[in-house]
């Protein structure tokens, strides 16, 4: 594997052979991208080794201040709904705004002092936990720990084209002041909650604990409920109406055991996925794609795939998945192949 090198241009060179592009540098001109069913397709490797130089040589946001510093696969924006990956290096904070699409974001490394804030309230950066700040709502990320914090950002873009307005705090504050305790949302969201007057917009900001999510996948497990196609799957559900994360994506998590291999399905949803435990491979539409932990890669619309583990442990994958806006315009549909 080539270095990284020292300057921007050095950078820009290591992203495109990795099929990558970062925010705040040049991504024009520099790699082709690629054609295929498993074009989109991104190793770890590649993202982590760019946003630690990334992190290193890059300012992004006005007025030197830390705004986004992240790469994502030149292949993606083909795609309605993508991932990228983000790096926020010690001491930083980047600046608060709300825009129209939604952010939202699995966290992948972080100390423990490093958090999300959103709407004036801390967020833990824990592994495996998703964390959503919805169209409009203020959020910016705080790292006051000693060593790089790195998520996964997952972005309904396509969803909104041309019209992601950005905003930012009142009176020109560059940060959110902390005014609720931490918490305040899980507690005052989930089963309990206040009477509402109105029906709330925007969505509140929500997290999703990776215990909670661990124990599902656990449980469903243990209760024989695993489907052909997917595995044992589950989505993050909305706090406000108990359906998909978002109105236009669901994140999903889903887990394989060891050896386990599913039957094909096709669906005209788009699957973005981050490989957060083990190993193991997707077949679409014949095309073998193996990935390993950390990767990003993605299902297009309406291609067959089914999957595999080929660990000795459990493998388990995130994703995001656009059914939700498909189905609310008409348009879902899948279909399941039966037993090839
Ligand atoms: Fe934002
Ligand atoms: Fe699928």
Redesign the pocket.
């Known amino acids: 594997m080539t270095d990284v090198g020292t300057t921007h241009e050095d950078l820009e060179r290591f992203l495109a052979e990795h099929h990558l592009v970062g925010a705040g540098l040049r991504r024009e001109g520099r790699a082709v991208p690629r054609t295929g069913n498993t074009a989109a397709h991104w190793s770890w490797e590649g993202i982590r080794r760019g946003l630690m130089r990334s992190g290193e040589i890059v300012t992004v946001g006005p007025n030197g201040m830390t705004g986004m510093r992240s790469v994502v696969g030149i292949e993606a924006k083909n795609f309605p709904i993508w991932m990228n990956a983000q790096i926020l290096m010690p001491g930083e904070r980047t600046q608060a705004h709300r825009n129209l699409r939604s952010e939202t974001r699995l966290v992948w490394e972080a100390p423990p002092e490093a958090i999300f804030v959103c709407e004036y309230e801390a967020y833990p950066m824990e592994r495996g936990d998703v964390v959503i700040s919805p169209a409009w709502t203020f959020h910016d990320h705080w790292n006051k720990g000693a060593t790089p914090a790195f998520w996964i950002d997952g972005y309904d873009n396509g969803y909104n084209p041309n019209v992601n307005i950005n905003e930012r705090m009142p009176d020109a504050q560059p940060y959110e002041e902390i005014t609720k305790p931490m918490g305040y949302g899980q507690k005052t969201l989930a089963l309990v909650r206040p009477i509402a007057k109105l029906p709330p917009f925007p969505l509140p900001p929500m997290r999703y604990r990776w215990t909670d999510t661990q124990a599902a996948l656990e449980a469903m497990r243990e209760a024989g409920k695993t489907d052909p196609?997917?595995g044992i799957l589950i989505m993050l559900a909305s706090p406000v109406d108990g359906g998909p994360t978002l109105p236009t994506i669901a994140w999903q998590a889903q887990m394989f055991s060891a050896g386990q291999k599913t039957l094909a399905?096709r669906?005209n949803s788009t699957?973005f996925y981050f490989a957060f435990e083990g190993e193991g491979a997707v077949t679409i539409e014949g095309e073998r794609l193996q990935w390993h932990k950390g990767d990003i890669f993605a299902?297009p619309a309406w291609k067959w795939?089914s999957h595999e583990n080929n660990d000795n442990t459990d493998s388990i994958l995130f994703s995001i998945d656009d059914w939700p806006a498909m189905r609310k315009l008409g348009f879902y549909m899948k279909e399941e192949a039966k037993g090839f």
């Open positions: 196609y997917d399905h669906h699957t299902v795939h």
